[in-house]
């Protein structure tokens, strides 16, 4: 395909620069193929880790005690993540493999697992949760997960379930028939008995899962598919855990699967983001050749149906101030599930920044792709000139000369109907404006309204839902001083900025009202009022998640809070894990049979970490 108007576009997802990196930014870059873990180690790790004492680190020696496993984990999205930003995945599997030992970690204990005769999918079909949203147009409504508005005040928690060795929990569940399917940090995916949190079965992918999962039936089965954060696709058995298949997406080596797959006709839709915008922090790194895509595979055996990509190929460029190649245009990921529309044809996706120049004219956009062939029906940029890596927080060589604002949309285009049959794509930004777009006038933009400040951590994030009769839209515009600290999560926030819940008019954009959220009581690290976390709506209600740790329920009609419950403290959990709970960010929860289920934890822009599942049901 080619994409031919020009101008530009953004990026996403950053954090605070920890002041570790910067002392690593003298390392020079190892080549791919002779990674040696000795050699990473000495140049990435040894200063700390070596003088153990002052730096707090352990020492070399109680990593050597660790497994390989769980050092790549602490290095993927654990407490080693901000020094790991600029390692490629060879230099972390070398330096894992050159300190770790061989052996697995042990798996949960025999108390954690169902007893015999309880099986996956032997519960109600009622109120199933399939996917990133339980309607295919995005929505993240549930009209029919078995909790009404009444009993909402009447919420308890029911039980917890602990990610072991994990600092983050932040993957979306997937309830069908009474059985949870939920991904991890640790790259664990599990099937739990939605009423009880008992375990069915483990499959341990390559990577962290944070995808929503998405079921199809096959014959007496589901096939469970989902993808995980360096690159891999897989196909499960939803009744034993078995792989059916796997398969990377993308041969670049910093693919990274974040949206949740789309559905339909035997034919699964795959968008594709990469770890290259962190990765440029490194000044030798080679900016930038990733391009955001969209795959589509067959359900049955995973062979390729098309694959589109939002930009055209790198060229070479210049050589930045470092001596590194550089190359563009790059970027325009997609971070978030794809949106079907059978009766057009299409699905829709949103496209975040260009990591290097020359901007592009799909990044920051809103795109329709032929669902038969994937060629781009057309597209809507938002956000021009917006090329923007993590280098540019300290003016490193890899910032594009764009310089951000770094206006990704993190988050799919919901599809509504409007009253007198005309249709609209409602679209938020990290800029912190929503749009509606017309999808039978080439995306023409109706009407846009704002909603946050908006910045790189800013706006809508992860994603809106609508009842039909409005859209719920939380902005994040998380406010942070950078986190001086060496481990992860606990950055210093403002306590009183940030967050904000609002509701909007399908038709027009219109405001029908807007919660403000309380400041953190008591102010404390990694606390933030901002409300990045996706939201989710049944009949008459809302919930938002916020950094600061609580998950809020608010009446659909005037925002209201209904209920409101604390995340952030320690669990005993059904699976003998030490748990505690943390920032709610990425996923949202899910209603579903009768219950509600929310992941907490979530320390990667500074927030507070956790590893804990929590399922709350009204109390008789
Ligand atoms: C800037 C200093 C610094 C650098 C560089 C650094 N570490 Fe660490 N590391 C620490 C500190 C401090 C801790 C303890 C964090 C805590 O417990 O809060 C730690 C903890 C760890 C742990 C234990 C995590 C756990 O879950 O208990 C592992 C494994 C680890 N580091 C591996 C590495 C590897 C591998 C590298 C090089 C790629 C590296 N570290 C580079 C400072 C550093």
Not at 190 to 212: M, Y
Not at 327 to 333: D, K, L, R, V
């Amino acid at each position: 395909m080619t994409v031919s108007r020009k101008t530009t576009a953004c990026a996403f997802y950053l954090f605070f620069g920890y002041a570790m990196i910067g002392m690593m930014l003298t390392a020079r870059p190892l080549s791919a193929q002779t990674v040696s873990g000795a050699d990473v180690y000495q140049q990435r790790c040894a200063q700390c880790h070596e003088n153990a004492a002052a730096n707090r680190a352990p020492s070399r020696d109680t990593l050597q005690r660790m497994t390989v496993s769980r050092i790549l984990r602490t290095l993927d999205f654990g407490l080693m993540m901000g020094v790991a930003y600029p390692l490629r995945r060879e230099e972390r599997e070398a330096v894992a493999n050159y300190l770790g030992t061989k052996g697995s970690e042990p798996g949960p204990p025999a108390s954690a697992y169902c007893s015999a005769g309880r099986h996956p999918l032997s519960g109600e079909a009622a109120g199933n949760w399939n996917g990133w949203s339980p309607l295919p147009a995005n929505t993240r409504f549930q009209p029919s997960g078995g909790i009404t508005r009444a009993q909402i005040p009447r919420l308890k928690l029911k039980w917890a379930y602990g990610f072991a060795g994990d600092v983050t929990a932040f993957a979306a569940p997937t309830v069908l028939d009474g059985t949870i399917f939920v991904g991890s940090a640790g790259g664990v995916v599990q099937a739990l008995e939605a009423k009880t949190g008992c375990l069915h079965w483990t499959f341990q992918a390559n990577g962290p899962v944070r995808s929503a999962i998405v079921a199809v039936a096959n014959g007496s089965d589901y096939s469970l598919l989902f993808g995980d954060q360096i690159g891999w696709f897989y196909s499960l058995e939803a009744k034993t855990g078995r792989l059916i298949w796997k398969k990377r997406v993308d041969e670049h080596e910093g693919t990274r699967l974040t949206g949740s797959p789309a559905v339909y006709e035997g034919v699964v839709f795959i968008g594709a983001a990469s770890w290259e915008e962190t990765r440029s922090i490194e000044p030798h790194y080679s900016c930038c050749t990733f391009r955001g895509s969209v795959t589509a595979l067959r359900v049955a055996d995973g062979s390729p149906v098309w694959k589109t990509y939002t930009i055209n190929p790198p060229k070479k460029r210049d050589v930045n101030k470092a001596g590194a190649q550089q190359w563009g245009p790059s970027g325009a990921p997609v971070w978030s599930a794809p949106t079907l529309d059978p009766k057009r044809g299409a699905i829709y996706v949103t496209t975040g920044d260009n990591y290097s120049s020359p901007a592009t004219a799909t990044s920051d956009a809103v795109m329709a792709l032929d669902i038969a062939t994937g060629k781009i029906q057309w597209f809507e940029q938002t956000t021009p000139n917006d090329a923007y890596t993590s280098a540019c927080r300290n003016h490193g060589p890899n910032c594009p000369e764009e310089d951000g604002p770094d206006y990704d949309f993190g988050s799919s285009a919901l599809l509504l109907p409007l009253p007198g049959g005309k249709d609209i794509l409602v679209a938020g930004q990290k800029s912190g404006v929503v749009y509606g777009l017309d999808p039978d006038q080439k995306g023409k933009i109706l009407w846009q309204t704002r909603v946050g400040q908006g910045g790189k951590n800013g706006g809508v994030q992860w994603g809106m839902a609508s009842d039909g009769q409005a859209v719920f839209a939380a902005a994040s515009d998380l406010v942070g001083v950078l986190n001086s600290g060496g481990a992860v999560g606990g950055a210093k926030f403002d306590p009183a900025k940030g967050g904000g819940l609002t509701a909007l008019r399908p038709a027009d954009g219109g405001k029908i009202w807007f919660a403000a959220p309380p400041p953190c009581d008591p102010p404390r690290p990694g606390c933030s009022p901002a409300q990045s976390q996706a939201v989710t709506a049944i009949p008459g209600v809302v919930f938002s998640g916020s950094v600061d740790g609580h998950l809020r329920a608010f009446a659909a009609e005037d925002g209201k809070v209904l209920w409101d419950v604390d995340t952030a403290k320690s669990y005993s959990t059904v699976n003998a894990v030490e748990a505690k709970g943390g920032s709610l960010d990425g996923a949202g929860p899910v209603v579903a049979s009768g219950m509600l289920f929310v992941n907490s934890g979530y320390p990667r822009n500074g927030g507070m970490p956790g590893n804990v599942l929590l399922a709350f049901a009204p109390e008789e």
